[in-house]
């Protein structure tokens, strides 16, 4: 499996190219601001876009989503039901993204780990060990929850069950905040929110957070 980092826009977001290498079976997960690059890469490796993935509904996580589903009227667009409402111009193809089930984008599986707090919706997406984060865990930071829809106390709960991903598991962020990447046995010791939150520090993990 094969993992590309795209950073794009104006507010250092990251979208994603991941690739199962044999098949060139592909998925692009939150694709923004500008998809051609996205295109070019998908071009360039000869591969085959068989579903787009959104960690979330903010705008500046889907709004270059149409772009591929022009190309592709049949291109499955998941996201975590409790972001449906939020979603501007939503796809014919829009397709739900359940906690603890794999997406198959042809022979390529994503399994998706609800993660609210950011929204009540905002999921993680795991494919081996390459773990794509969204606005819920950024390196050394969490995801803002002063925004609608937004709990700490939710988040919290997020946050114990990345807690539990193993030391090797690679960190994707949805934006370029502190860093582009990390593993979450780094993250453990030195993000204070994951950190209280594998402690079970739930009263100090809520006063960070405000
Ligand atoms: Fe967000």
């Known amino acids: ?8 826009g104006p507010m250092d977001n990251f979208s994603y190219l991941v690739w199962d290498e044999d098949t060139l079976d592909a998925a692009v997960i939150d694709p923004a ?8 890469a998908l071009k360039a490796e000869k591969l ?18 149409g772009f591929f589903t022009a190309l592709d009227k049949d291109l499955p667009v998941h996201l975590h039901e409790a972001d449906h409402h939020m979603l501007e111009n939503q796809p014919k193809t829009l397709k739900p993204a359940v906690d603890g089930e794999k997406i198959e ?10 993660t609210p707090g950011h929204t009540p919706g905002s999921v993680c997406y795991r494919a081996g060990q390459a773990v794509f984060t969204g606005d819920t865990l950024f390196i050394g930071e969490c995801g803002r929850v002063d925004l609608p829809g937004s709990s700490a106390e939710a988040l919290y709960d997020s946050f114990v069950k990345l807690a539990a991903l ?15 990447t990390s593993t979450f046995g780094v993250q453990k010791e030195y993000n204070l929110y994951l950190k209280l939150a594998k402690q079970g520090r739930k009263a100090d993990f809520l006063k960070a957070v405000s």
Do not use: C, I
Request: aromatic residues 6%; hydrophobic residues 45%.
């Open 33 to 40: 601001w500008q998809p051609e690059p996205l295109a070019q």
């Open 1 to 8: 499996m094969k993992v590309r980092q795209f950073k794009l």
């Open 105 to 114: 984008a042809g022979a390529l599986k994503l399994q998706v780990l609800h």
């Open 48 to 65: 085959k876009l068989r579903a787009v993935l959104l960690t979330h509904a903010h705008p500046d996580h889907v709004n270059a989503v």
């Open 166 to 180: 193993p030391d090797a598991a690679a960190v994707y962020p949805g934006h370029s905040y502190n860093g582009d």
